[in-house]
């Protein structure tokens, strides 16, 4: 058993309106000293039997053309946990 | 003269104007065929639409998932191949999910869902959906969009604009922050066309502001007949 934890970002250049709505909120709550805010995605995946390289290319794969679009989008395998 | 002209019409779970579709085919003279988003073929036609809708609830990314149903398999192979597909609204996100079209929708950059009648000029009649347009000519039909946006990098925006690929452009207002007020694009071919509104809401004079849309499918049409 392993997990496996994925991170996706809109690219920097790419405008986060809804991180700028957060942004705003955040503000207005009092909380000045936050510049800014970016809204990602994490997943979580549960994989039966260990993580080799050949799954982590699998995985790399998966990520580059389901969990994240690569025109918009930058991922992460953050975590790799047994 | 279009008879025997069959347009697929494909519906995805959460498809929604899949219906208004193969209406505006059926009105512009053409067979509507509907096509199942498991199916494994695409039973033959002429040309394909990808409608509007929420396919798979936009979860992940709007057409992220629709991209890689069956039916997409042999759609992207006949794509390639020259077969005229027109994605509309959530089909516009399909196709560029599945890379036929550059670049990718995003949410509207003022965060509200959007429902309007929308100027657009056409840019490009060059296209197989857009030839019975005059260059330049200004339609309005409905646009209606949460995640309408387009976004490409600018090496990619100043080849479309470059190779005459920009179909379509907001005029009067931009309501969803695309880049260069596009509403529509082009392969290079010309045979794949994504739009963000929808002509096939603009076909007949009782339900539509106008009939402004139905010459996106006569274009098709007529079309094959001189092909």
């Known amino acids: 058993m392993a997990r496996v934890v994925i991170d996706v970002m809109l690219k920097p250049e790419i405008l986060d309106p809804q991180g700028k709505a957060v942004e705003g909120a955040l503000s207005r709550l009092g909380l000045a000293a936050v510049t800014s805010v970016r809204q990602g995605k994490t997943f979580t995946l549960e994989l039966a039997g260990d993580v080799d390289d050949t799954t982590l290319a699998q995985l790399h794969t998966l990520a580059a053309t389901l969990l ?11 975590e790799v946990t047994a | 003269m279009t008879q025997g002209m069959r347009i697929g019409v494909v519906t995805f779970p959460g498809s929604l104007d899949d219906r208004d579709a193969a209406r505006a085919v059926r009105i512009a003279g053409g067979e509507a065929v509907a096509l199942w988003h498991g199916d494994a073929d695409l039973h033959g036609v002429d040309a394909v ?5 929420f396919s798979y609830g936009d979860y992940l990314r709007c057409g992220a998932i629709a991209r890689f149903a069956p039916v997409m ?8 191949g020259g077969l005229p597909v027109l994605g509309i609204c959530n089909g516009f996100q399909v196709l560029c999910e ?6 990718a929708l995003v949410r ?9 009648d929308q100027q657009i000029r056409i840019e490009s009649t060059t296209t197989a959906w857009t030839s019975s347009y005059a260059a330049g000519q200004e339609i309005v039909i409905p646009l209606k969009n949460g995640e309408g946006g387009y976004v490409a ?28 007020d596009i509403a529509g694009i082009s392969n290079a071919r010309g045979n794949v066309v994504g739009l963000m509104p929808h002509p096939e809401h603009a076909v007949e004079s009782l339900t539509g502001p ?5 010459a996106f499918f006569t274009s098709v049409l007529a079309g094959m007949v001189n092909a």
């Open chain 2, 108 to 116: 509207n950059d003022h965060l509200h869902f959007i429902c309007r």
């Open chain 2, 73 to 80: 398999e042999p759609l992207i192979d006949a794509a390639n």
């Open chain 2, 153 to 180: 990098d600018s090496a990619t925006l100043d080849q479309l604009e470059g190779d005459g690929r920009v179909v379509a452009r907001y005029v009067g207002i931009n309501p969803n922050g695309s880049r260069r």
């Open chain 2, 210 to 214: 106008t009939t402004d849309g139905l």
């Open chain 2, 98 to 103: 599945s890379h036929l079209l550059p670049g």
């Open chain 1, 68 to 78: 994240s679009n690569p025109v918009i989008e930058d991922y992460v395998i953050r």
């Open chain 2, 49 to 53: 639409i990808l409608p509007g809708g």
